[in-house]
T-cell receptor
Framework: TQLLEQSPQFLSIQEGENLTVYCNSS?????LQWYRQEPGEGPVLLVT???GGEVKKLKRLTFQFGDARKDSSLHITAAQPGDTGLYLC?????????WGAGTKLIIKP | DTGVSQDPRHKITKRGQNVTFRCDPI?????LYWYRQTLGQGPEFLTY????????KSRLLSDRFSAERPKGSFSTLEIQRTEQGDSAMYLC????????????????FGNGTRLTVT
């Protein structure tokens, strides 16, 4: 069974701090997606990473795909209250995406 | 592009009743997915359509659940004889894919239907 494990499950930090969340698997994936979900809404795609070792930046968010394409990280610099949400990673398998359980991030003003 | 819309946003029903949810995907998208999500968890795959064909259904899905996409556009998800364990957020997503590995195409989600079974 392919699993995506996300850590930490929950993170609460002060505005302005940096943080990193992780998405790990024992399986190799051809690509991996990161989504952010706010309460009462569906997930919204942030980025797709495809190549091992790839780094993508989205303003203060930096995404990295592991060299072996088994894991990924999301680093947020100078976190802001607007970054609060559930961060989900998902990777392709057969006709569907395998989803992690998410990291719930709270940024306190 | 008005995005993926789901109706209703909230549904409260008594145990044993049937419920039906509707999803209108992005019009150019040929693939449509139904997911279920409980608090603090990621989306759980339920079923998947390419155009009007239902190509995959989760083994975890009981016979009480059925989904249709009759004309390859909107889709409905019906739950018969609801149970309290069915209480969850039901999410619909759509994407466009032509090749076998285009399951990696980004999913566009609706805002879900929150079902509460009392």
């Amino acid at each position: 069974t392919q699993l995506l494990e996300q850590s930490p499950q929950f993170l609460s930090i002060q505005e302005g701090e940096n943080l990193t969340v992780y998405c790990n698997s024992s399986s190799v994936f051809s690509s991996l997606q990161w989504y952010r979900q706010e309460p009462g809404e569906g997930p919204v795609l942030l980025v797709t990473v495809v190549t091992g070792g790839e780094v993508k930046k989205l303003k203060r968010l930096t995404f990295q795909f592991g060299d072996a394409r088994k894991d990924s990280s999301l680093h947020i610099t100078a976190a802001q209250p607007g970054d609060t949400g559930l961060y989900l990673c998902a990777a392709g398998s057969n006709y569907q995406l395998i989803w992690g359980a998410g990291t719930k991030l709270i940024i306190k003003p | 592009d008005t995005g993926v819309s789901q109706d209703p946003r909230h549904k409260i029903t008594k145990r044993g009743q049937n419920v039906t949810f509707r999803c209108d995907p992005i019009s150019e998208h040929n693939r449509l997915y139904w997911y279920r999500q409980t608090l603090g968890q990621g989306p759980e795959f339920l079923t998947y359509f390419q155009n009007e064909a239902q190509l995959e259904k989760s083994r975890l899905l009981s016979d009480r659940f059925s989904a249709e996409r009759p004309k390859g556009s909107f889709s409905t998800l019906e739950i018969q004889r609801t149970e309290q364990g069915d209480s969850a957020m039901y999410l619909c997503a759509s994407s466009f894919g032509q090749t076998a590995n285009s399951y990696n195409s980004p999913l566009h989600f609706g805002n879900g239907t929150r079902l509460t079974v009392t």
